[in-house]
Nanobody, 121 residues
Framework: QVQLVESGGGLVQPGGSLRLSCAASGSLFSINTMGWYRQAPGKQRELVATITNGARTAYADSVKGRFTISRDNAKNTVYLQMNSLKLEDTAVYYC???????????????WGQGTQVTVSS
């Protein structure tokens, strides 16, 4: 079992910044991928950014150049630095953890409960 605790969401003006954090705990495997997804009202959940244990990253085109994903493996924590925020970034942001657990050779996927990001003037 893996637990994900998100923090850092809130209300910000257009052009402002927020930094989201997601701390993972439990039965973790060092080879894993973590990422951030978001879901706006009435829309599908979409990928924002992902990062591997080796710090390989991928971004959605809509956030590239504005958002930066990073991780601290010692703390089992992933971050999302969100700059130049737009109204369209308003959504619930979810943290995701995935691995192939070595003991059982089982693909695992866990989600955080989400944190609200609201961009408004």
């Amino acid at each position: 079992q893996v637990q994900l605790v998100e923090s850092g969401g809130g209300l910000v003006q257009p052009g402002g910044s927020l930094r989201l954090s997601c701390a993972a705990s439990g039965s973790l495997f060092s080879i894993n991928t973590m990422g951030w997804y978001r879901q706006a009202p009435g829309k599908q959940r979409e990928l924002v950014a992902t990062i591997t244990n080796g710090a390989r990253t991928a971004y959605a085109d809509s956030v590239k150049g504005r958002f930066t994903i990073s991780r601290d493996n010692a703390k089992n924590t992933v971050y999302l630095q969100m700059n130049s925020l737009k109204l369209e970034d308003t959504a619930v942001y979810y943290c995701r953890y995935s691995d192939i657990y070595p003991t059982t050779i089982t693909a695992r996927e866990y989600w955080g409960q989400g944190t609200q990001v609201t961009v408004s003037s």
